[in-house]
């Protein structure tokens, strides 16, 4: 099991960015595909994106694409979600996650099996 710690969560306003990071334990290896998920209150959780170990597969919500970009440190086992042009609505708990996928190409696709996961930071956004 891979243990992962968010950070950089914080108060912005609308407009404003933040970088989220995800720190793992130890190598990711195992862990082929990483991703941020967000749930805000009465709110289902809902993947972000993700990223596959290689970075050539890339998920985005499309109610993020053009805003928000996953990248990862592999030297560092860091995972980071670059948001940018922050709204109201982005306001939410994010969740770092990893899970091992047979086709690292699945990481481009939405998921719900993702086995490890962080206990989050929060991203509150002012209007």
């Known amino acids: 099991q891979v243990q992962l710690t968010e950070s950089g969560g914080g108060s912005v306003q609308a407009g404003g960015s933040l970088r989220l990071s995800c720190a793992a334990s130890r190598s990711t290896y195992t862990r082929n595909c990483m991703g941020w998920f967000r749930q805000a209150p009465g709110k289902e959780r809902e993947e972000v994106a993700a990223?596959?170990?290689?970075?050539?597969?890339?998920y985005y919500a499309d109610s993020v694409k053009g805003r928000f970009t996953i990248s990862q440190d592999r030297t560092k086992n860091t995972v980071y979600l670059q948001m940018n042009s922050l709204k109201p609505e982005d306001a939410a708990m994010y969740y770092c996650?990893?899970?091992?996928?047979?086709?690292?190409?699945?990481?481009?696709?939405?998921?719900?099996?993702?086995?490890?996961w962080g206990q989050g930071t929060q991203v509150t956004v002012s209007s």
């Open positions: 990223i596959s170990s290689d970075g050539g597969s890339l």
């Open positions: 996650a990893a899970v091992f996928v047979v086709d690292i190409r699945y990481c481009a696709m939405p998921r719900t099996d993702f086995a490890d």
